[in-house]
């Protein structure tokens, strides 16, 4: 079955701390892995992918397929981080997108 | 810069009663979705279209969700009838290819309560 698992609904971390937020996926293929954040009163919007292998604001994720995961790690949170994130992928050759549950993650002062 | 628009942004509907939300795409995106988000949880993917083709309905409760997207541009979603359980946040998204892959743009949603 296509699955994204974000086991953590909440994560609250102190400002300057290290940020790690869980993403596993089942998936029979290769699929593409997406991070998408929508922060307070504005709309849903990508994040970062995996195949572009970049950084955005700080944010970095890596795909480990032995492992099938993708988490989305930053070394020094920031306020302005505060904001649900969403893990997604889509299957290779497909537009269909399947998203976890999310993760809100609270940055606290 | 563009944006997917959609209305209304809030609706309240009675159960058994019709509704209909409506989504305009970024121009010259010939991908578009529809998602119903219950609260807590992700998107969840109802309906996709290529053009003005249906592509992927698999998840919509068709005995009471239709989706037509007549000239491939902006679409309608329909519930008829509202139950309850349909209270959630219907979000519309358009997609099309830069670079290194396809990137969905969504608009801000729709904030469905039936009572």
């Known amino acids: 079955a296509q699955r994204v698992t974000q086991p953590e609904k909440l994560l609250s971390v102190f400002k300057g701390a290290p940020v790690e937020l869980k993403c596993n996926y089942s998936y029979s293929g290769s699929p593409e892995l997406f991070w998408y954040v929508q922060y307070s009163r504005q709309r849903l919007q990508l994040l970062l992918r995996?195949?572009s292998r970049e950084s955005i604001k700080g944010f970095t994720a890596d795909l480990n397929k032995g492992e099938t995961s993708f988490h989305l790690k930053k070394p020094f949170a920031q306020e302005e981080d505060s904001a649900m994130y969403y893990c997604?992928?889509?299957?290779?050759?497909?537009?269909?997108?399947?998203f976890g549950t999310g993760t809100r993650l609270k940055v606290l002062a | 810069e563009a944006e997917v628009a959609q209305s209304p942004r809030y609706k309240i509907t009675e159960k058994s009663q019709a509704v209909a939300f409506w989504c305009d795409p970024i121009?010259?995106?010939?991908?578009l979705y529809w998602y119903r988000q219950i609260l807590g949880q992700g998107p969840e993917l109802l309906v996709q279209?290529?053009?003005?083709?249906?592509?992927?309905d698999s998840q919509l409760p068709k005995d009471r969700f239709s989706a037509e997207r007549l000239k491939g541009v902006d679409s309608t979603l329909k519930i008829q009838p509202a139950e309850l359980g349909d209270s959630a946040m219907y979000l519309c998204?358009?997609?099309?290819?830069?670079?290194?892959?396809?990137?969905?743009?969504f608009g801000p949603g729709t904030r469905l309560t039936v009572t």
């Open positions: 279209f290529q053009d003005e083709s249906v592509v992927d």
């Open positions: 997604a992928l889509k299957g290779t050759g497909t537009y269909k997108y399947i």
């Open positions: 121009s010259g995106h010939a991908t």
């Open positions: 995996h195949i």
């Open positions: 998204a358009s997609s099309s290819y830069l670079g290194q892959g396809y990137e969905q743009y």
